[in-house]
């Protein structure tokens, strides 16, 4: 059996008597795009750049393959292309030029540099519009494509992104996507983003990270599971609201109110409900109000939870646990 791309075990880091990393775990297959999510301050940037080797861990391992990224964090680089967030550009350096710079100092071999960043321009679509262009003169859109093809240049093993996407507008989003998904089975990405569609959309499982622990992990489907996070009904509705509830136990018992809005000038309110149940239940619905003369309904419509369910819920009773951010030191 092939050894994992990363290999992350008991890692932690402290920053004086601040924890910002706690006994964190995972492994991640070759090929797999993977996303990474947390608040601010939750311990990505620092998880992230103890994997490229930027800064040390105070204890655990880290494996990109075999070589060990806590004892050889200069080997790593060679096998590893790591984006920053605002990541740091030269102004005054051309395109070309700064990637050929970058292709050298990775040790791309001479033979190749040139056919390389050539390639790689292609395909982060920087040849035609960009190649000898001054980098301080490009939109951030731009520069955001400069820093992926950075990253790409020494077709490392493992690409790791932090917020790739950070102040672009939906065009550019869309094509930083497009690139990414290229990446898949390829290379191996761990992408740290704060919008959590382009992380449910790029991404093939999901880690979320939360006071330096990894608080959930897996599948949109499998994190569902795990927080019992099923189906939401969206009811506008008006009437005695108390019958409401005595209806729903005649379809299914998991089938509750979670919520209730004020009504709006016409009287309706939106109801929110949430099941268990994978089954649509919505024509249900709508043929046990309609048949209550009490209650009035406007709408019906079906939601399954999504990837910001999954994150308020992880977060929220990650947040919920006693923990101590701070170690505990010993009186002399």
Not at 147 to 173: C, F, K, R, Y
Not at 308 to 315: G, K, M, P, Y
Request: hydrophobic share 35%; aromatic share 4%.
């Amino acid at each position: 059996m092939d050894r994992p791309s990363i290999e992350v075990e008991k890692l932690s880091k402290y920053y004086g008597h601040i924890v910002a990393l706690s006994d964190v775990s995972f492994t991640i297959r070759k090929g797999e795009v993977v996303g990474l999510l947390g608040p601010n301050g939750a311990g990505k940037s620092t998880l992230m750049r103890i994997i490229s080797g930027v800064i040390p861990a105070t204890s655990g391992s880290v494996y990109i393959g075999s070589l060990s990224a806590t004892r050889h964090p200069q080997k790593i680089k060679s096998h590893l292309g790591y984006m920053p967030e605002n990541n740091p550009l030269p102004d005054t350096m051309k395109v070309q030029d700064y990637l050929k710079f970058r292709a050298r100092i990775k040790e791309v071999p001479g033979r190749e540099i040139k056919h390389r960043v050539n390639e790689i321009m292609e395909v982060c679509d920087l040849h035609h519009k960009a190649r000898n262009r001054l980098i301080g003169k490009l939109s951030k859109g731009f520069r955001q494509r400069v820093g992926i093809a950075d990253a790409l240049i020494s077709q490392p093993e493992v690409v790791i992104m932090d917020e790739p996407t950070i102040g672009l507008d939906p065009h550019q989003i869309i094509a930083v996507r497009k690139l990414i998904d290229r990446l898949r089975g390829q290379m191996t990405v761990i992408l740290s983003s704060h919008i959590l569609n382009e992380i449910d959309a790029c991404c093939d499982r999901s880690m979320i990270i939360n006071r330096g622990r990894i608080v959930a992990s897996g599948t949109l489907g499998q994190m569902r599971n795990r927080y019992k996070l099923g189906v939401n009904y969206y009811l506008e509705l008006k009437g005695e609201l108390k019958l409401l509830d005595e209806k729903l136990a005649t379809l299914d018992e998991s089938l509750e109110r979670v919520a209730i809005e004020p009504a709006d000038e016409e009287g309706y309110h939106r109801v929110t409900l949430a099941t268990q149940m994978t089954e649509d239940l919505g024509s249900q619905l709508i043929e046990v109000i309609s048949k209550s003369k009490d209650l009035e309904l406007k709408a019906c419509y079906r939601q399954e939870s999504d990837l910001e369910d999954v994150f308020l819920a992880a977060t929220k009773r990650s947040w919920d646990e006693p923990t101590d951010r701070f170690i505990k030191v010993k009186s002399a």
